[in-house]
């Protein structure tokens, strides 16, 4: 009899082992491996950006293509738009937004609006922006250096501070190490938002919506041509974060 119930055991453990090898991976990549979706299944992501995500500085043959332009469409249609007006927010569920230009009053209201009626933003505001361009100053297409804001983060109760030399110079977000020497730090004025990782991510409910808000665009370039993968991994949980259900948010941490 005691032998009939050895195989059982040697079973048991061995089903074991793989659940807990399975949960120590997906709590090392952060829950999710996020896997490309089939083109008939990618959802619209509308992105506003003056990052050379899109379109290279240098328009040439031989440009190479973005890899985080590369990594958004694995997973989504995306949508270059100019504004967060009403008329480009018309039907969309999901919006990108790293390090925009000043948006119009008008397309503040409108982007505000579409949020509290149940859109979901990722926005990427970056006071000190480092990423380097050829542009001159004062080029309308050159990326500021210094995030636009114009009221948008207050009114929905976040306050954005400049880089601290004095703050650690790097951050581990779900295992992947984050430079954040330029990034800013975000503070909340009420319980819409959750501040996370240091001041680095806000989590805000507004209205029906949700804007989640990183005090740092230069992450979407890296450093280090190593670390690009895993940046850009996590910009893909973020928004990943925001298309689920809120009562199925998972932490940062």
């Not at 979706?37 to 500085?57: D, H, S």
Request: some cysteine; glycine content about 8%.
């Amino acid at each position: 009899m005691m032998f009939q119930r050895a195989p059982r055991a040697l079973a048991l453990a061995v089903l074991a082992l793989l659940i807990a090898g399975i949960v120590f991976v997906l709590a090392r990549s952060g829950g999710s491996t996020l896997p490309p979706r089939a083109g008939n299944a990618r959802p619209q992501l509308l992105l506003l950006t003056t990052l050379p995500i899109v379109f290279p500085e240098q328009l040439t043959l031989d440009a190479p293509a973005s890899p985080v332009l590369a990594a958004l469409e694995r997973r989504y249609r995306v949508e270059p738009i100019s504004t967060a007006d009403a008329a480009d927010l018309r039907g969309a569920r999901l919006l990108l937004m790293a390090q925009p230009q000043a948006q119009p009053a008008g397309a503040l209201v409108d982007l505000d609006r579409w949020v509290r009626q149940g859109g979901s933003v990722l926005l990427l505001a970056d006071p000190a922006l480092a990423w380097p361009s050829e542009r001159p100053l004062g080029d309308m297409l050159r990326p500021p250096t210094t995030f636009a804001d114009t009221g948008l983060l207050q009114h929905w109760g976040l306050r954005l501070l400049g880089a601290d030399p004095s703050s650690q110079p790097q951050v581990k977000i779900r295992g992947t190490p984050v430079d954040v020497r330029s990034a800013g730090a975000l503070i909340a004025a009420d319980r819409r938002c959750r501040i996370s990782d240091g001041g680095l991510i806000a989590r805000c409910s507004i209205g029906k919506g949700r804007a989640t808000v990183i005090a740092d665009a230069d992450l979407l370039r890296g450093r280090d041509a190593g670390d690009g993968a895993g940046l850009r991994k996590l910009l893909l949980e973020w928004l990943a974060e925001l298309e689920r259900p809120a009562n199925l948010q998972v932490s940062s941490a």
